[in-house]
């Protein structure tokens, strides 16, 4: 089973801050990495999927990079709807296919 | 538009059985396999189960195995989750998945609104 590791667990920043989230697999995933947004009693959101693409609708302050073991979602500057969990996910082996243990961003 | 529809969640009893099913609309239900993900309270997403288009081919996370029972209905565009043996570490809220491609390892790109487990003696 691959592992995903996010750091850091929080991350407290200001409105208009640049947000970098981290994620780490245990083995190579290549580019098979999304990464998923979750706010309070809503289901999650797919944000960026092989690594880099952004899915539909998702506005261009969301960006992802890395391949192998590691990976950054950026977000350019925090809009007040950013604050939130998230998470990444491998489809690279499996099942399971797994997900991290998230990171939240908070307002602080 | 695409819609999932969870229904069946509940209360049961450590031991106990529930049946979750999920109504899905606006795209073609056969041709896109399907998977159960759940998020226990304070914890993160964790994959459960998922089943192929034709229902012919089934896998679980190793926590579940024996358990769990995902299938299908194409002519209803339904899936279910036979949840068995139920134990306190199975509170949650399950979600339905659609996954981005046809089989099934994939992104998942609509979800349902989730419904609430409750293991509890």
């Known amino acids: 089973e691959i592992v995903l590791t996010q750091s850091p667990a929080t991350l407290s920043l200001s409105p208009g801050e640049r947000a970098t989230l981290s994620c780490r697999a245990s083995?190579?995933?290549?580019?098979?990495l999304a990464w998923y947004q979750q706010k309070p009693g809503q289901a999650p959101r797919l944000l960026i999927y092989?690594?880099?693409n952004r899915a539909t609708g998702i506005p261009a302050r969301f960006s992802g990079s890395g391949s192998g073991t590691d990976f950054t979602l950026t977000i350019s500057s925090l809009a007040p709807e950013d604050f939130a969990v998230y998470y990444c996910q491998q489809r690279s082996n499996w099942p399971p296919l797994t997900f991290g243990g998230g990171t939240k961003v908070e307002i602080k | 538009e695409v819609q999932l529809l969870e229904s069946g969640g509940g209360l049961a009893q450590p031991g106990g059985s529930l049946r979750l099913s999920c109504a899905a609309s606006?795209?073609?239900?056969?041709?896109?396999?399907m998977t159960w993900v759940r998020r226990a309270p304070g914890k993160g997403l964790e994959w459960v189960s998922g089943?192929?288009?034709?229902?012919?081919?089934?896998y679980y996370t190793d926590s579940v195995k024996g358990r769990f029972t995902i299938s299908r209905d194409n002519s209803k565009a339904t899936l279910y989750l036979h949840l068995n043996s139920l134990r306190l570490e199975d509170t949650a809220v399950y979600y339905c998945?659609?996954?981005?491609?046809?089989?099934?390892?994939?992104?998942?790109?609509?979800w349902g609104q989730g419904t609430l487990v409750t293991v509890s003696s």
């Open positions: 092989d690594a880099s």
């Open positions: 606006g795209f073609t239900f056969s041709s896109y396999a």
């Open positions: 998945t659609k996954g981005t491609y046809v089989g099934p390892g994939s992104y998942y790109d609509y």
């Open positions: 083995q190579s995933v290549s580019t098979y």
């Open positions: 089943i192929s288009g034709g229902g012919d081919s089934t």
